[in-house]
């Protein structure tokens, strides 16, 4: 859900929150921030005062609701991330939106690709990079099933045994391929 600010405030500053409870089953709520907000609040070095203000938005909103305080909270810092340095796509000169489609397709049927820059109805956004990721496990997930004969019904035991075989084997690839250490 999105909210309009308070006269005098930063542009951008929790501008939407993402109810994530439907998706991951657990009670999270993602405030986001963007433009010179989300500078500033790279700037400030008490994470905590981001968390209380979110709160406080949140508080004045569902005023008529007991809004608690997070049993956790964690704030990141997208602009200064070393892997995207507050990145995101963009449709440049001469592009189109089918060029979103193309960059989506898979190779080979192996390797799947998720994120912002494949979503042409959600472009250069959160939103669109977590939609992306939930339709290509889906597509993994069918890949999966047709590489075991799967058809409508129940898998019996030979095939369901294959499919987690399969899984943890691909699995096993991917952290011995990709041992790049502890991300933080």
């Not at 999105?2 to 542009?11: F, L, Q, R």
């Not at 129940?154 to 294959?162: G, M, P, V």
Request: net charge negative; proline share 3%.
């Amino acid at each position: 859900f999105g909210i309009v600010g308070e006269a005098g405030t930063t542009v951008g500053k929790f501008f939407m929150f993402w109810n994530l409870y439907q998706i991951c089953g657990a009670p999270i709520l993602v405030g986001l921030l963007a433009g010179a907000s989300s500078k500033e609040a790279a700037e400030e070095s008490n994470q905590q005062e981001l968390v209380s203000e979110a709160v406080g938005i949140l508080r004045r909103l569902f005023h008529d609701c007991n809004v608690p305080d997070p049993v956790r909270s964690k704030v990141t810092s997208w602009g200064t991330d070393p892997y995207s340095f507050g990145s995101y796509s963009y449709v440049g000169c001469g592009a189109s939106a089918k060029d979103y489609d193309t960059l989506s397709l898979p190779v080979k049927g192996l390797v799947y690709f998720a994120g912002e820059h494949t979503c042409k109805e959600h472009p250069d956004t959160v939103g669109g990079a977590m939609m992306t990721g939930l339709r290509e496990a889906k597509n993994v997930l069918s890949m999966l099933k047709r590489r075991i004969g799967f058809r409508d019904g129940e898998l019996d035991e030979e095939q369901e045994n294959s499919l987690v075989d399969s899984e943890e084997e691909e699995q096993e690839e991917v952290s011995d391929d990709n041992d790049i250490g502890e991300v933080s």
